[in-house]
């Protein structure tokens, strides 16, 4: 009840910030509101479930592209379109899931980056179908029970999408499926000594955090109303990680404060250095790694238990002067 | 005939750069465990080595050559002296390395875009620009030479760790890292070492690749996914398996462009194809690495 109420003045906050913002600011919301989703979800599959995967990108690609050729090239309802790519997604995450997963390590992460590749080696030479290079444009989303979602409206859609996700990684981290991905993460054999499956754990986490990404490409296909493969590119994948590990792997406060330093710092730092933002990015991450594994997440815990030490020991000597 | 065995010599030569690439991985990943997926930023950094002394300061070719090698050496050892080796001291997780690596890779792409612009720049071919006919094989002068340094390469790198002690030392390591710190290999050494020779391997592979594609900041990615493809294909245990990958990668690959009735865009997903086909049937490569003894 009490979480209840809290997601529900988080949903009014976020959303009522859309509705005094100004068309460019109103972008960079959105886009925030998205990388933040990505970054909650990869931080599931990375942080906790330990899977270096570099596809999760392709899957945001995967589901703009799917929803958006369904409902102009298929010609379907917008809710049976949104089904359909979410079925897509999951029937590609298990394609992929099942065979590499077998994977130890490294191995994944190529298969994956492989798979990555060659979803944009699709892109480009889709034709008709996904645009080529120049990718689809010209599309705008059909109403919904005869009403316009559009401005502020749709950033409330995009706002529930980050709660929904942020909600139900919050359950299952918390539910025997966390404990099992950790498991799984920390030590694939003690796992399944204890009884996991550890490749069954393995494939759900990709499965489920993939189609949370194909989820929210859906809904990032209406924010620029196109889509190209130049959005899907590799870089994307890597920006994602960096934002994961300098915010901190494995927690979702690390992923949320990640996404936000990242995505904001280019446009903070682009009057000082144009567009050299991404050698910041290479050194923030080569420091964090090397001095602060735990991210900045981890900095703010060593502040807040240095503040609860120190009142410790205040309070020690007020009863033993 | 005559194009087949002109497309033979073109394939030959590009899998051995592949195969040069895969080697600068396979020599850190063997004794270290480290994937360092910053090798193709070091063929990159070694290509515009290579136009700087060759183009700009228009040195003779062996001069620039050797003091580029030289700079990569120098680059492998600072990387792991800077990156790596504090992480291994602290006795980070083991994808720590990886993912600073990977940070690194971001870093030297960055520099170049900064100090020298996003345009291509021309790196000469070190024989100069031509056609050399051996019988029915013919093909560019650069063709051959980067099949003969490979060849150099392989077999000094072969005959290194077959049949010097110090080589030993390090396939010691890669077999049992405890066991060898044990039998008084220092493991500090031989990981600086490993970086510092796959840096020059890969800046190599760079140098010798530039004059076709010249020299670009983002040339670095696609060199690192087609090095980690032959590595794969040939297996990471053994150094000839490195040229072999690149060798059977290079033939598919150019053969499906020249032959297969697709389009060409989509022939660029071969690679990518195979690589996942053999992550899945054959992880362990075409090469199987060797076992300890008991």
């Known amino acids: 009840m009490k979480s209840l109420v809290r997601y529900i003045v988080a ?104 798979f990555a590749q060659l979803f944009i080696v699709v892109l ?24 316009a979602v559009t401005g502020p409206w749709y950033t409330v859609a995009i706002v529930l999408l980050l709660l929904g996700t942020f909600a139900m990684l919050w359950r299952l981290e918390r539910s025997w499926f966390g404990r099992a991905c950790r498991a799984v993460r920390d030590n694939p054999d003690a796992a399944v000594a204890m009884g996991v499956d550890a490749r069954l754990t393995k494939v759900l986490a990709y499965t489920i955090t993939s189609a949370l990404a194909g989820l929210a490409g859906m809904v990032y296909a209406f924010v620029d109303n196109t889509v190209n493969p130049a959005i899907f590119s590799q870089e994307s994948v890597f920006q994602l990680l960096f934002m994961v590990i300098v915010g901190g792997a494995g927690r979702p406060a690390g992923a949320i404060i990640g996404a936000t330093v990242l995505y904001l710092l280019p446009l903070v730092l682009s009057p000082i250095i144009g567009h050299h933002h991404a ?43 | 005939m005559n194009d087949l065995l002109e497309l033979l010599v073109s394939a030959t030569a590009s899998g051995c750069v592949y195969g040069l690439v895969a080697l600068g991985y396979l020599l850190i990943t063997r004794p270290t465990g480290i994937v360092n997926f910053a090798v193709g930023e070091w063929a990159m950094l070694a290509a515009f080595g290579a136009y700087v002394a060759l183009s700009r300061m228009e040195m003779p070719y062996p001069v620039g050559m050797a ?18 080796r504090p992480l291994v001291e602290k006795g980070a997780p083991p994808l ?45 002068y650069q063709s051959f030479f980067i099949i003969a340094i490979t060849g150099l390469v392989f077999t000094g790198v072969w005959y290194f760790f077959e049949r010097t002690l110090t080589g030993k030392s390090f396939e010691a390591v890669a077999i049992d890292r405890r066991a060898a710190a044990l039998m008084g290999v220092r493991l500090g050494r031989v990981t600086a070492a490993s970086f510092a020779v796959g840096a020059a391997v890969a800046g190599l592979a760079g140098m010798l690749v530039s004059p076709n594609v010249s020299a670009h900041y983002m040339m670095g990615m696609p060199l690192a996914v087609q090095g980690f493809t032959a590595l794969v294909i040939g297996g990471v245990g053994r150094v000839e398996g490195a040229l072999l990958g690149g060798l059977v990668l290079a033939l598919v690959e150019q053969f499906t462009v020249r032959y297969a009735p697709i389009p060409a865009g989509l022939a660029m997903g071969v690679p990518l194809v195979l690589l996942i086909v053999f992550l899945l049937v054959r992880p362990t490569g075409l090469l199987k690495a060797r076992e300890a003894r008991a």
């Open chain 1, 279 to 321: 050698l910041v990015f290479g050194l923030f991450m080569v420091l964090v790694v090397i001095f602060q594994p735990r991210g900045l997440i981890g900095l703010w815990d060593r502040f807040i238990s240095g503040r609860q030490h120190r009142q410790a020991q205040v309070q020690l000597r007020k009863a033993h002067p």
């Open chain 2, 67 to 84: 003091l580029v090698l030289v700079l990569m050496l120098a680059i492998g050892w600072l990387t792991e002296r800077l990156t790596v």
């Open chain 1, 11 to 114: 949903a009014l906050v976020l959303s009522g910030v859309a509705f005094v913002l100004g068309s460019y600011q109103t972008d960079v919301y959105r886009k925030l509101l998205l990388w933040i989703t990505l970054a909650l979800s990869y931080n599931f599959l990375f942080g906790i479930c330990g899977q270096v995967a570099f596809s999760h990108f392709a899957f945001y690609g995967i589901g703009a592209y799917s929803v958006v050729i369904f409902i102009t090239q298929l010609a379907l309802p917008l809710p049976l379109a949104v089904l359909a790519t979410v079925a897509l997604c999951v029937a590609l995450a298990l394609v992929v899931a099942i065979p590499a997963t077998r994977l130890a390590g490294f191995y994944l992460a190529l298969a994956t980056l492989a």
């Open chain 2, 96 to 140: 720590a390395p990886v993912l600073s690596l990977l940070g690194m890779l971001v870093v030297f792409r960055e520099s170049v875009s900064i100090g020298f612009g996003a345009d291509p720049q021309p790196v000469p071919p070190a024989l100069g620009f031509g056609r050399f006919e051996f019988g029915p094989l013919a093909g560019a």
């Open chain 1, 124 to 147: 480009n030479e889709g034709g008709t179908v996904t645009g080529g290079t120049g990718g689809l444009t010209n599309y705008r989303l059909p109403d919904i029970f005869g009403v």
